[in-house]
Nanobody, 117 residues
Framework: QVQLVESGGGLVQPGGSLRLSCAASGSIFSINVMGWYRQAPGKQRELAASITSGSRTTYADSVKGRFTISRDNAKNTVYLQMNSLKPEDTAVYYC???????????WGQGTQVTVSS
């Protein structure tokens, strides 16, 4: 079992920045990939960014150059630094952990990000 707790969402003006955090606990040794997904109202959940245990990163085209995913292994925490935010970045952001050699995955509870003037 893996538990994920997100923090850092909120309301920000267009062009502003936010940093999301996802703290993992439990069987963290079994995690292969961690990622941030987002779901806007009326839309499907989509991957924003992910990072492997070897620190290889992947980004959605819509966030490349603006978002940065990173991990602090000592704190078992993954971060999503979001810069130059746009109204279309408004969504609930979910942390995800995929288990090595298994279809198993875990989700955080989600954190709301609202970009509006």
């Amino acid at each position: 079992q893996v538990q994920l707790v997100e923090s850092g969402g909120g309301l920000v003006q267009p062009g502003g920045s936010l940093r999301l955090s996802c703290a993992a606990s439990g069987s963290i040794f079994s995690i292969n990939v961690m990622g941030w997904y987002r779901q806007a109202p009326g839309k499907q959940r989509e991957l924003a960014a992910s990072i492997t245990s070897g620190s290889r990163t992947t980004y959605a085209d819509s966030v490349k150059g603006r978002f940065t995913i990173s991990r602090d292994n000592a704190k078992n925490t993954v971060y999503l630094q979001m810069n130059s935010l746009k109204p279309e970045d408004t969504a609930v952001y979910y942390c995800n952990a995929k288990i090595r050699l298994s279809p198993e995955e875990y989700w955080g509870q989600g954190t709301q990000v609202t970009v509006s003037s």
